[in-house]
């Protein structure tokens, strides 16, 4: 009799703990929902704002026709602004993701990092229309200094919150 008791109490035991998603093991379908959410509004945030301000330049006549080449100073515009967007979209992924940030923001660079390098090998070599080869290069280059930027900003934000 004895015995079914201390069963029954360590059962209840691992319920809570599973619940709590302190063990990590049964994670609350809403948790993992946030998560991917949380990834996936960061790289909305860059793409929507980079493709917005290419386009918005192209319309202006400051970038040249699409498909045409453009200047190399043109090209370091466009990362200038590619860096500060993607800051700021790992900015969004940090403040949205329900707990661990970085971890976050880290799954998102490496997502960054897949697609900056899938850029690179589809336009390499095929002409000037599509930029030096310097630019492909750079994109690769600034992802993950651009997320760790934007993540430590992100968990400096909500640390100053929770002080509050």
């Known amino acids: 009799m004895r ?7 360590d059962v209840s035991q691992v ?9 990590g093991t049964g994670r609350p379908a809403r948790r993992v929902a946030r998560s991917v959410g949380a990834v996936f ?3 909305l945030v860059n793409a929507l704002l980079s493709t917005g ?9 400051i970038y040249p026709p699409v498909g045409q080449p453009m200047s190399d100073a043109l090209f370091g515009l466009a990362t200038a ?3 500060v967007f993607g800051i700021l979209g790992f900015y969004v992924t940090a403040r949205l993701a329900p707990d661990r940030p970085m971890r976050h923001v880290l ?3 490496v997502v960054g990092l897949a697609l900056s390098t899938l850029g690179a090998v589809a336009t390499w070599g095929k002409g000037p229309e599509f930029g030096p080869t310097w630019y ?5 280059a ?5 997320a760790w930027v934007g993540g430590r900003l992100g968990e400096a934000r909500l640390s100053a919150a929770r002080r509050t």
């Open 3 to 9: 015995a079914k008791a201390s069963v029954e109490a």
């Open 15 to 23: 319920a809570v703990r599973n619940d709590s998603g302190v063990t």
């Open 41 to 43: 509004a960061g790289l």
């Open 53 to 61: 301000t290419d386009a918005v330049l192209h319309a202006t006549g």
């Open 81 to 83: 602004y590619r860096v």
């Open 107 to 109: 799954w998102l660079g």
């Open 136 to 140: 492909p290069l750079l994109l690769i």
């Open 142 to 146: 600034t992802v993950m200094p651009c």
